[in-house]
């Protein structure tokens, strides 16, 4: 066997060896996602809905009184806060439907991406039939980036365009040891996004609040409903509040 | 309470300041309230176990105030299990004056919190048999369903006194099924009270097929843990040959346990073998020493067989009066044998002065409780008349119903009235 031959068997098991790191750690990261997903739903039905029912009660509660006193700017500043932080909870429990986002600036540098991007890989100009589906795949990519206004997805679009190895279509040793090393070079880059995504939603409330709901539903608690009775007894105070301040207007 | 909570609910309302630009997004305050409640939690499990401390000494001297005191700081932030014991202070009057009111207030704070041992005690006080007149009314319905809640968690007491409350009807319809259902439930976890009640159940026949050999099985298990009542019924298994073979020397052996324990049944019976000399050699003193000690605790049985070894002098100097004194004590519980026993001290104007009266008097007593000799002796007055107008037709009445229960002496009188009696 030659040198090239060995190093080329060594390269491609590494590559396979990679790859089921990648696919472990996608599907983890994934499982995860879905699994905070699920309980961020249950978190909404059970804690998060009362929560926003509080607010609404607060907001309504701080309208009769800026009407009680039409003249005090903090009151009236006071209700309109109030009925922002009612609105946002709702959006965010799920009872009202959230505004849609406003699209996005087209900023000259989208711009210039976006024409980098395709004098770079427009499909036309591919030579052969594979690289020209690959090409294809890869502008309707940048098309959805641009929609978005996201200029750095176009940016490593173009950055990787230029490292990806199936643009290596040779068969021969060499061709294939280049392909070998771009392709695991780009399996660590994807392995180093997947563990930045994993810390950042190790990172987020929602997953401390995951668990430590979790922690002591192990310990056989009832962590969520306890929560909830404590809330509706809230509740009940404040519907009492709110009737006495109607009262006094 | 802080200054707040005093004030007016209007006052409040109107004082009511929100800061919303400080309430973060609903997770946020969800995880804030889940982190103050861990951190109270955790306050509150030092303040019970610190009250704990004091309760039972110890690693500090036993301080029933100071015990009350951590106890009431961690009730006050829902610990059930400081509410419960606040609630047993209360009730026991530890640390505090005795208050069953506010016993009943906590230790329902902590059964609504699922606390088994306050549910079975809230049980114990509304079941209790009488009305204390202090504001906790007994209520069967109640005791039952906090009864009913701490046995499902497997409270063994609660299954117990659960299965009692439908055993003798309390709070509903008796149910012997339902009552055995309990009980067995008790004795499946070795609780020596549902192995001895399950054994009561089989030796009835209640709720079960009557099976001596099953109640056997169940009163010598609650008997190996020295449950008093679980060891006299196996001596009387023995004792009787029921469910085991008859064996009066094991009878004496678990009488003499259970008696040991003041059980006032075992002691009589005890008494009762060395009287008669069965299981153990006879011995009058012994008997007397055992029939005494029944005598005491107020069993019928047992006063009217002391009285009768002070009449005959056995184990004790014959005495008359002695003997008529345990005769009436036992007679004025309604115990047949003994109310025959003091109309013939009447009668024979033994110990009492003789008195025709009163003799009748107790002789019915005896006899309409179907004692038979006593039967005899009430239609023997009415035949003699005395002290009742003579009446043969109440005589012969009388005859024939000791007659019916075998009585020789009726036979004979009866012959002698010229009535042919036939059963």
């Keep these: 066997m030659l040198p090239e031959e060995q190093e080329l068997t060594r390269l491609e098991s590494e590559q396979t060896e990679l790859e089921e790191q990648v696919t472990t750690a996608e599907l983890t990261l994934e499982t995860s996602k879905t699994e905070i997903a699920q309980f961020q739903h249950r978190y909404y039905q059970t804690a998060g809905r009362l929560y926003a029912q509080l607010d609404e009660l607060d907001a309504q509660i701080a309208r009769v009184q800026a009407e009680i006193s039409p003249d005090d700017a903090a009151a009236q500043a006071h209700a309109q806060a109030a009925e922002q932080q009612a609105k946002a909870s709702a959006e965010e429990a799920g009872l009202i439907e959230a505004q849609p986002a406003p699209p996005p600036e087209i900023t000259p540098k989208l711009k210039l991406a976006f024409r980098q991007a395709a004098k770079l890989m427009h499909p036309d100009r591919a030579t052969t039939e594979p690289e020209r589906l690959r090409r294809t795949e890869l502008m309707a990519q940048v098309n959805l980036a641009y929609e978005r206004g996201d200029q750095p997805a176009i940016e490593k679009i173009i950055k990787e365009y230029g490292q990806d190895p199936e643009a290596i279509t040779g068969g021969d040793v060499a061709s294939r040891i280049v392909k070998a090393i771009r392709r695991i070079a780009q399996l660590r880059r994807r392995m180093g996004e997947v563990q930045q995504q994993m810390d950042a939603m190790q990172q987020t409330e929602i997953f401390h609040l995951k668990q430590t709901i979790e922690e002591t539903e192990a310990m056989g608690g009832d962590p969520l409903g306890d929560l909830a009775k404590q809330l509706v007894q809230e509740l009940s105070e404040r519907k009492i509040q709110l009737e006495i301040a109607r009262q006094t207007q | ?423």
């Excluded at chain 2, 861990?38 to 401390?53: I, P, T, V």
């Excluded at chain 2, 110890?58 to 961690?74: C, F, I, N, S, T």
């Design chain 2, 1 to 423: 309470m802080t200054e707040r909570e005093n004030l007016p609910a209007i006052i409040v309302a109107q004082d009511v300041v929100i800061s919303t630009t400080q309430r973060g997004s609903l997770v946020m305050r969800g995880l804030a309230a889940f982190q103050e409640n861990k951190k109270r939690e955790l306050d509150a499990d030092a303040q019970f176990n610190l009250g704990y401390a004091y309760e039972n000494g110890k690693g500090v001297p036993q301080d029933h105030k100071e015990a009350v005191k951590w106890y009431l700081l961690a009730a006050k932030q829902g610990h059930a299990g400081a509410q419960s014991s606040l609630g047993y202070a209360y009730g026991h009057g530890e640390g505090f004056p005795q208050d069953r009111k506010e016993a009943v207030k906590w230790y329902l704070l902590a059964a609504d919190q699922g606390h088994a041992t306050a549910q079975y005690n809230l049980g114990c006080m509304l079941g209790c048999m009488c009305d204390h007149g202090d504001g906790v009314p007994q209520n069967y319905k109640e005791a039952m369903k906090w009864y009913r809640l701490a046995a499902e968690q497997g409270f063994t007491h609660a299954q117990i006194n659960l299965g009692l409350m439908y055993y003798y009807g309390e709070g509903g319809d008796q149910d012997y099924e339902e009552a055995v259902k309990w009980f067995r439930l008790a004795a499946a976890q070795g609780n020596a009270d549902g192995q001895y009640n399950l054994g009561c159940a089989y030796d009835n026949g209640e709720g079960v097929p009557q099976d001596y050999k099953e109640a056997a099985k169940w009163f010598r298990l609650a008997a190996a843990q020295g449950n008093a009542d679980g060891q006299y019924s196996l001596g009387y298994a023995y004792d009787h040959g029921e469910g085991v073979p008859q064996d009066r020397k094991e009878a004496v052996k678990w009488y003499l346990l259970a008696a040991d324990q003041d059980n006032a049944k075992a002691q009589h019976s005890l008494g009762y073998a060395y009287d008669h000399g069965e299981g153990v050699p006879q011995d009058y003193n012994e008997a007397v020493k055992w029939f005494q000690r029944a005598a005491y605790q107020g069993l019928a049985e047992a006063q009217n067989n002391l009285g009768l070894m002070y009449q005959k002098g056995r184990g004790v100097p014959q005495d008359h009066k002695e003997a008529a004194g345990w005769h009436r004590l036992a007679a004025e519980q309604g115990y047949a044998s003994a109310q025959y026993s003091l109309g013939l001290r009447y009668k024979d104007g033994q110990g009492v002065p003789q008195d025709y009266k009163m003799a009748v008097k107790w002789f019915r007593l005896a006899a309409d409780q179907g004692h038979a000799t006593g039967q005899w002796e009430l239609g023997k007055m009415y035949q003699d008349g005395r002290c009742v107008e003579k009446n043969d037709e109440q005589a012969a009445y009388w005859f024939q119903k000791a007659a019916e229960q075998g009585n020789v002496r009726a036979l004979e009188s009866l012959k002698k009235l010229g009535i042919d009696w036939k059963k």
